[in-house]
């Protein structure tokens, strides 16, 4: 497995619709078995296709927080929320490709999701707590949306000069 670029804010790629994945390849399970590791190497809790540049619908999280608790990495080939509660949460989120600035997103409790999953079977399930946070977050990449659109613009605006500034910074490395 090798480990992916994770693109920073701003990037014309994250603000991109992605494509729904046609047949499932063995390319597009490396991808998603290198999604996995990036992840869990930065750490995070969810990836989107986007995030390498790859305008792709793929998605993979793991949300499970409890220490010693069994990993349950989680791959999603066009995932769709196809049910969400009226009842909200608000989560302080982040983001791989806005790193170390964090901000209350409000979404709904509980969603009902469906994918395909990495043996190409259908997959439907109810999600709630982070796991329902984390997907919507994660699906909202593939239609080219961050969370700190959800923010105020005055808010947003700061973020993304920070992020401006980081890279440039990296950029001198
Ligand atoms: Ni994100």
Redesign the pocket.
């Known amino acids: 497995m090798t480990l992916r670029t994770i693109l920073i804010h701003p990037d014309p790629r994250l603000k991109k619709v992605a494509k729904a994945v046609p047949d499932l390849s063995d390319d597009l399970r490396v991808l998603a078995d290198d999604m996995l590791e990036t992840m869990y190497d930065a750490p995070g809790i ?1 990836l ?1 296709a986007p ?1 390498l540049g790859i305008l792709q619908r793929l998605i993979v999280l793991d949300c499970v927080k409890e220490e010693g608790a069994a990993p349950r990495p989680t791959i999603m080939f066009n995932p769709e929320i196809i049910a969400a509660s009226d009842d909200l949460n608000t989560y302080e989120e982040g ?3 806005i790193p170390e600035q964090y901000a209350d997103v409000t979404r709904p409790a509980e969603v009902t999701a469906r994918w395909i999953d990495r043996d190409g079977n259908e997959q439907t399930q109810d999600f709630g707590g982070l796991w329902a946070t984390c997907v919507q ?1 994660e699906i909202d ?1 593939l239609q080219g949306k961050l ?1 700190i659109d959800y923010l105020k613009p005055l808010k947003r605006q700061m973020i993304t000069r920070k992020m401006v500034k980081l890279k440039r910074e990296l950029a001198r490395e």
Request: net charge neutral; charged share 0%; hydrophobic share 35%.
């Open positions: 969810g989107a995030q983001c791989l490709s977050h990449h969370f």
